[in-house]
């Protein structure tokens, strides 16, 4: 479901977007990780963020514009459909839709192809020093 205001939910984003990121990042430190709290709480307000479920959240989806900045889907949850149910939702948004993944996160990039995203670059990420592709999917 699309969430126009978060407020009340910004506290369990951040803990899913900061154990979800650890998990699934394993080649990048924690601390990096922790440094940027700060910041993803102050940009999540500004995303369109969809969620799957309530109490807990399973998981959620940001999007600025038609840039998918994560999916984060709690480690219980995972392989059991949460994924792909906010990309689809997200698709109904819009006709294009981006986004930049790590290279060696490779569940995230078969993920992502099966959603129908295409590699369109090789990049290095400025920040933490790592390969990431940049995707693009078109409707």
Known sequence: MLIKKIDNLLEEL?????QTNKEAHFFISEEYW????AFVKQVLPEAMIFCEGEQPIKGFLGII?????GLFVRKEFQHSGV???LVKE????FDTLSLCVYQKNTNAV???Q???FVIQ???VEQQTGEIEYCMIWTK
């Open 34 to 37: 922790n440094q940027n709290i």
């Open 14 to 18: 951040v803990q899913i977007w900061l």
């Open 65 to 69: 514009e038609g840039h998918i900045e």
């Open 83 to 85: 994924g792909t149910s």
């Open 121 to 123: 670059k090789k990049q």
């Open 114 to 116: 099966k959603m129908g």
């Open 90 to 93: 997200a698709k109904e948004y």
């Open 110 to 112: 078969a993920f992502y």
